[in-house]
C-alpha cells in the first residue's frame, strides 16, 4: 500500500502542477484543485505515518506530501484572490 500511494500521489501531483499552470485564471478550478490537495495530504500523511514503510522511498513520500501542502496553498491563493484592484485618490 505504501508504494501504490506513493505512486498515486505522484501522478495526481504531475498532472496537477501541470494543469494548474495552465487554468491559473479560473478561480473555481483552483478551488477544486486546492481542495482535492487537502484531501490527498491528509492520506499521504495518514499513509506514511500510518503503514509500514517499505521500498527505501519514505523520505520522497514525506517530501511529496509536504509539497503538496505548499501547492494547495499556491491553489488557495489563486483560487480565493481578489481580482479587483483598489485605486487610492
Do not use: E
Amino acid at each position: 500500500m505504501f508504494t501504490t500511494m506513493f505512486w498515486i500521489l505522484m501522478a495526481w501531483f504531475i498532472i496537477n502542477v501541470i494543469w494548474m499552470w495552465f487554468v491559473t485564471d479560473n478561480q473555481n478550478l483552483q478551488k477544486t484543485f486546492a481542495w482535492i490537495n487537502v484531501v490527498a495530504a491528509i492520506v499521504g500523511f495518514w499513509v506514511y505515518f500510518g503503514v509500514t514503510k517499505v521500498g527505501g522511498i519514505d523520505t520522497w513520500f514525506n517530501v511529496l506530501n509536504y509539497v503538496n501542502v505548499v501547492l494547495a496553498a499556491v491553489q488557495f491563493y489563486y483560487g480565493y484572490r481578489n481580482n479587483h484592484s483598489i485605486k487610492h485618490a
